[in-house]
């Protein structure tokens, strides 16, 4: 997204960084994001692109958490979930198979 989309980076600049994200300790998006924001904002750019990272999952997932603490053993929970399952499968199997494609292994 970066790239193609936003184009805040180059092909050049992102393959350059990736290595540098995956040597630093931690997640690598995290690494990248930091970095980023660091780019463009310097360290409250990098401050906030950790924030930004992490805070939206966390404030939507607590509350399915205790939604599953309260909820997640009845019937039909466990409905929904045993159907959410091969979906989950398919959408993991859709982005391998975009992966494999952009990188040429197909051809």
């Known amino acids: 997204m970066v790239v193609d989309q936003r184009r805040w980076l180059t092909d050049r600049e992102f393959a350059e960084l990736l290595p540098l994200a995956q040597l630093l300790p931690g997640p690598n998006v995290a690494n990248i994001a930091t970095v980023l924001g660091r780019r463009f904002r310097g360290p409250r750019g990098a401050a906030a692109a950790v924030a930004g990272l992490y805070f939206c999952p966390t404030i939507v997932i607590i509350p399915i958490g205790f939604a599953y603490a309260k909820w997640g053993q009845t019937p039909l929970v466990q409905h929904l979930l045993s159907g959410l399952m091969p ?6 199997i859709a982005t391998s198979v975009r992966l494999v494609g952009l990188t040429g292994w197909l051809m």
């Open 87 to 92: 979906a989950a499968t398919g959408l993991v």
